[in-house]
T-cell receptor
């Protein structure tokens, strides 16, 4: 049973527009959420995170929104750039527990 | 700063063979971990360590052994490789429970 779900395997967005990547979770004990970005033949790199005490966190072009009642988080990238083309993973964690539970990833393609 | 390094980059094994995947970090991080990534799935934690001499099992530990004799190194051993262990393996390290830094991965094919 997948505790973290990214239901869109891929997403195609025009350069300069907004990219919205979605993630749903089932475990209400999760209280920390992270987004990682992965290029082919490389390891994932940390992008942005959010604690369950917040509903929004921004870092430059990247904003993560958390809706605890819906058990849903989303990553917004504005404006989208060609270098943003990658696979994006969301991961969830229970505070004090090292283990991250990962979604299957969404491949983002930015079209010129 | 090399960050997290993994060797080899790619390996082909026959069923039943053993091998060790190497992982090293130069950031003096206490936490280190091994993940596997299979097609269509997220990363799954195999084993992790919260410091030298301390290891624990993750979500999918069967068929793998680890040890942590130094802060820098965290090797992953496959005792008797099986085709089900064909995967991409990532090592990660971190100084906190949250943000983890990943190596480039090792692609393993077991025939």
């Amino acid at each position: 049973d997948q505790q973290v779900k990214q239901n869109s395997p891929s997403l195609s967005v025009q350069e300069g527009r907004i990219s919205i990547l979605n993630c749903d979770y089932t475990n209400s004990m999760f209280d920390y959420f992270l987004w990682y970005k992965k290029y082919p033949a490389e390891g994932p790199t940390f992008l942005i995170s959010i604690s369950s005490i917040k509903d929004k966190n921004e870092d430059g072009r990247f904003t993560v929104f958390l809706n605890k009642s819906a058990k849903h988080l989303s990553l917004h990238i504005v404006p989208s750039q060609p270098g943003d083309s990658a696979v994006y993973f969301c991961a969830s964690q229970i505070g004090g527990n090292y283990q991250l539970i990962w979604g299957a990833g969404t491949k983002l393609i930015i079209k010129p | 700063n090399a960050g997290v390094t993994q060797t080899p980059k790619f390996q082909v094994l026959k069923t039943g063979q053993s091998m060790t995947l190497q992982c090293a970090q130069d950031m003096n991080h206490e936490y280190m971990s091994w993940y596997r990534q299979d097609p269509g799935m997220g990363l799954r934690l195999i084993h992790y360590s919260v410091g030298a001499g301390i290891t624990d099992q993750g979500e999918v530990p069967n068929g793998y052994n680890v040890s942590r004799s130094t802060t820098e190194d965290f090797p992953l051993r496959l005792l008797s490789a099986a085709p089900s262990q064909t995967s991409v393996y990532f090592c990660a390290s971190s100084s906190t429970l949250e943000t983890q830094y990943f190596g480039p991965g090792t692609r393993l094919l077991v025939l």
